[in-house]
């Protein structure tokens, strides 16, 4: 038996679909979200397949933000369907609790957390459901991968039984091949003619999926869907949308977050061409015209007051919230091995501070959306990372039922998180709720988007180490950072911050509990700000990328104290094999240890960067200009890989995103205000000082991974570490251009 | 600062990939929005509004522009946006060598990069690494398909090539 077998209980059930109830009901009571969404001749064979006359699209239910995952969904389910991936069409299907993302929230989360909100006595029913259609944390991979297969599967078995019922043949005995069902006799008849009768039969509790050995088209790089689209300017973002009677807007924002408004006079901007109305929004004023520019040019010309922040005015105060939080009251021990007290004993012990600044995503398209209010139903456009969400959302502002809100995702022009978030399509919602029965569009200026973004955590940290007899003894690390579920829940549930100071959750100490570095003496503290700080949210890596710099840089510093190559070090305290071996990939690709010109320098880190062992050495050269980046060379572990060349383009993304996050990136306060506007002061890399970047990709890792957070994690340090070999300067608070030059 | 009222008002003429176009907007309205919300052509993106960004990159008279800061009344000469070069059946060279490579992630950016790119390849048949990093220099990608549009350039202009060296053989 060389074909596995899944046995599917009624919590899994055929389709992949493991929300609870699904299959319990007869095929024809099923709510499949599809039902809702058919257009004439189109038939649902599974909430994953849409079959008509022009032939199949999958429903690849996870947000499409650059990381190619619908094509690579798509191709999952093509596989097991036996159709080419290049002849399906894929879309993203409406918001539905059976497009569940079980990876980041598995059903016993769910349960579990709904019952301790209703024992809070916060009106939250809605909660499991609504947050659960997420993409975020690269998780899409771990949670589509037999799903989307099976969902194939169950479709290509229901089209074989239609076949042999139509033609009267035993369907064990029928084939299929490239979208055909092959009859006994040789006929091939078209999944398309096949699917009305597909339809009306029940998909199977059990399905044998393919072993590897017989994949057709997984493991190989396939064309993404949406290239040609992205290559023509046809792609359809949220921003794109015309709409006939459209009104476009855009939102003056208080610099200061959460401050509110004062007072505020539209006289002179109620002259100006185009203007139709304001409405003041909790924080900023929504300006409506007949034209976004119109919009945005009445928007300076209104007068406002605005309140004071409910944060510190300045910077130094903020740092100072995360740094005097380190050793402040009962802090989360992460990882604990050994008596670090007792080997401290009589040894010199050195110690480091660091420091990351807040940061934001600066997605190219700013944050925006559409809505559409008219006759008590709503329908809202946006790029989102929850439709789920979005729906109960909309159904909450608006106060109408959730069965009347239709959510259309869209193409996105980035997120990294930051689509997650629901003001910029709350702001859409008011402004359709001020003009019923027009759809509207309300555009963020860019200096909209960065000065009222929802911010990587500022973050600090503390560390003490020891070596003896040339031998690392000592790890103790202490980290601090506002907790960010504390944060998103405020947003969430609109209470302005009552219990934020008291909460802490796993975003503080994100990608510390399980590195596998295994010292004598190995100590981690989490501790959360000591203060209401900026909104923090997700983003690209969450807390590894605060945590890994720290964890990193440390293991530099200590293999420096020991006389100790970075290298050879962390070999010797690594004994899981994956690990070890995407570092002695990184060593031969980079030829670590061979003697490079003068001016030139490496630098080592290595992470398991969610879930992936990662390693990164970054080779640098000292130019007249600034210090430049040369190559970077990456080995990471995705345990299977499905399309090699998008896996390879999301590593490369991820290291370049995490070196702009090294090198150029930070958002300030002053005076309560965000000091950054636009790319001028939060610059981010440019063509040409992007260096050569090598990757290698492992499979030894026994489950499937994700790879579009992998790339970013470990750069920073190994950026830090290369900068330390090349000048002897070891910088220690990010941004690097803080305090060095580069070209 | 003159107000932005009726007196900045006017009716503009606008040849945008071959067609004609009669528009009456203020005439300070940048290129960008008169071709977004006016003429419906969103291919041309909107990323900063400061010339920062290069996403609203188009050509006028050939020449790469940033549409988010030319008024409408300053424009003088042939407009061509990215519907403009061509379409998913009938590619560009440029666009051809962007799908071929695949570059593009969100590709949000992706239509001024292409504009920069094409400009660059339509003047420079063999461009050098410094040439690309000249001309593409005002473009960000926050994705960072950087390595893959070099690669897409070099992959066009070798296109380009192939295409005169036939011609001229013919």
Known sequence: ??????????????????????????????????????????????????????????????????????????????????VPVTEVSVAYGPASIVYTNNIMYPEEAIRKQLIRRVSNRLNLSYYPPRLSQSTGAQTSLSDGFVKMRQAGASARTILIQAAGKKYNMNPSDLKTEDGYVILTDGRRIPYTSLAADAAKIPPPKEVTLKPRSEWKQLGKSQPRKDMPLKCTGTAQYAIDLQLPGMVYGTVKFNPSIGGGIKSFDDSEAQGMKGFIKTLEWDDGIIVLATNTWYAMEAAKAIKVEWGAPPYPMKMEEHYAAVDNALGQGEPTEVRSQGDIEAAMEGLNTFERKYSVPYLTHATMEPMNAVALLKDGELDIWAANQNPLGVRYFGSKIVGIPEESVRVHSMFMGGAFGRRQETDFIEAALRAAMAVEGKPVKVTWTREGDMSHGVYRPIASAAFKGAVKNGKPVVFDLQISAPALFASSDRRWFQNKGKEIAERMDRSVWLG???????????????????????????????????????????MDELALEGGLDPMEMRLSLIDDADSRAVLEAVKRMSNWGSTLPEGYARGLAFARSSGAPTAQVVEIRQTEEGIRIEKVFVAVDVGIALDPRNIEAQIKSGVIYGLDSGINSTITVSEGKIEQRNFNNYPLLRIQQIPEIQVHIHENNKEILGVGESGVAANPPALGNAIFALTGKRIRNLPFRKAIKFA | MDKTNLSGMGLFQLEVNGSQYEVEVDGKMPLLW?????????????????????????????????????????????????????????????????????????????????????????????????????????????????????????????????????????
């Open chain 1, 1 to 82: 038996m060389d074909r596995r077998t899944f046995i599917i209980s009624t919590a899994a059930v055929a389709s992949g679909v493991a929300v609870a109830g699904y299959f319990l009901v007869r095929p024809e009571e099923i709510d499949n979200p599809l039902y809702a969404i058919l257009k004439d001749g189109q038939v649902a064979v599974t909430p994953y397949v849409i079959i008509d006359d022009a032939g199949i699209t999958i429903i690849t239910p996870r947000a499409e933000m650059g990381q190619g995952i619908q094509s690579t969904l798509a191709a999952l389910v093509a596989e097991e369907l036996d």
């Open chain 1, 512 to 554: 510390m509990n399980d590195q596998p570095y295994n010292l004598p003496n190995y100590r981690i503290r989490a501790y959360k700000a000591l203060k209401l700080l900026l909104p923090v949210g997700w983003t690209r890596g969450v807390g590894e990328t605060q945590n890994v710099f720290f964890h990193e840089t440390a």
């Open chain 2, 34 to 170: 008169v071709l977004r919300d006016e003429l419906n052509l969103t291919g041309t993106k909107y990323g900063c509004g400061a010339a920062l960004c290069g996403a609203c990159t188009v050509l006028v008279d050939d020449v790469p522009v940033r549409s988010c800061v030319l008024p409408v009344v300053g424009v003088k000469g042939k407009i061509t946006t990215i519907e403009g070069l061509g379409d998913a059946k009938a590619p560009s060279l440029v666009q051809e060598a962007w799908i071929e490579t695949q570059v593009a992630q969100c590709g949000y950016c992706q239509s001024g990069q292409i504009m920069s790119a094409h400009a660059l390849i339509n003047n420079n048949a063999n461009p050098s690494d410094s040439d690309i990093d000249a001309a593409m220099a005002g473009n960000l990608c926050r994705c960072s398909t950087y390595p893959r549009i070099r690669e897409a350039i070099k992959r066009a202009a070798e296109k380009k090539r192939t295409l005169s060296e036939s011609k001229d053989t013919l």
